[in-house]
């Protein structure tokens, strides 16, 4: 009975070998498929690639009439995009926490522009002296707009980009107005201490 089993199985597995698996390389590309439309190229690269390479290898074997080879790559491709598709929710998690807490950090970064653009102001500086950092603090403040308006619609690897750009912009700028007002201090005459004067012979 056993024996009569195995042979079945045997014959069956011939069957299918001689046949093209084209109904499980469709299955493979709707998973393929499916995987790059939830974000596997941004989210889960390394087993997008797996997937799809594979499912290549699949088509590959098919126009060779290796049906075997066809239908374990096929079997791959399915298996590496659902693997995509699983890491893809807390890869996405991940970068909306650090692209949330990058924005944070810039935004903090403006507040201490501002500060230090109001001290500047308060000492004096001129505002055509201001002018080119006020444009750089504007540049930098709808960017910021922007990047929190990307960050809402999910585009974390666009935040990502744009906190590393507002990084470099933002942070050289508290300085620049301290560095403007401390010329500005510089510039204005010390007021001596009045002595006491000597009683007249």
């Given at each position: 009975?056993?024996?009569?089993?195995?042979?079945?199985?045997?014959?069956?597995?011939?069957?299918?070998?001689?046949?093209?698996?084209?109904?499980?390389?469709?299955?493979?590309?709707?998973?393929?498929?499916?995987?790059?439309?939830?974000?596997?190229?941004?989210?889960?690269?390394?087993?997008?690639?797996?997937?799809?390479?594979?499912?290549?290898?699949?088509?590959?074997?098919?126009?060779?009439?290796?049906?075997?080879?066809?239908?374990?790559?096929?079997?791959?491709?399915?298996?590496?995009?659902?693997?995509?598709?699983?890491?893809?929710?807390?890869?996405?998690?991940?970068?909306?926490?650090?692209?949330?807490?990058?924005?944070?950090?810039?935004?903090?970064?403006?507040?201490?522009?501002?500060?230090?653009?109001?001290?500047?102001?308060?000492?004096?500086?001129?505002?055509?002296?201001?002018?080119?950092?006020?444009?750089?603090?504007?540049?930098?403040?709808?960017?910021?707009?922007?990047?929190?308006?990307?960050l809402e619609a999910g585009n974390?690897?666009?935040?990502?980009?744009?906190?590393?750009?507002?990084?470099?912009?933002?942070?050289?700028?508290?300085?620049?107005?301290?560095?403007?007002?401390?010329?500005?201090?510089?510039?204005?005459?010390?007021?001596?201490?009045?002595?006491?004067?000597?009683?007249?012979?």
């Open positions: 009975m056993a024996m009569r089993r195995l042979v079945l199985l045997a014959a069956i597995a011939i069957v299918a070998c001689d046949h093209p698996p084209t109904r499980e390389i469709a299955a493979a590309e709707q998973q393929v498929m499916r995987a790059q439309a939830d974000g596997a190229e941004v989210y889960a690269p390394e087993r997008w690639k797996e997937a799809s390479t594979a499912l290549g290898h699949a088509h590959a074997r098919l126009r060779e009439r290796d049906y075997q080879g066809a239908l374990s790559a096929a079997n791959d491709a399915g298996e590496s995009a659902r693997l995509a598709i699983e890491s893809i929710g807390p890869a996405k998690e991940k970068a909306r926490n650090e692209t949330t807490l990058g924005l944070a950090e810039v935004r903090s970064a403006l507040d201490r522009v501002t500060e230090e653009r109001a001290a500047a102001i308060k000492a004096g500086v001129a505002a055509r002296t201001l002018a080119p950092l006020d444009a750089r603090m504007k540049t930098a403040g709808v960017r910021v707009a922007g990047a929190g308006n990307q974390y690897g666009y935040v990502a980009d744009m906190v590393a750009l507002l990084r470099t912009e933002v942070t050289p700028l508290p300085d620049l107005y301290r560095s403007t007002r401390t010329a500005q201090e510089s510039k204005k005459p010390r007021t001596r201490p009045a002595g006491r004067r000597r009683p007249s012979p």
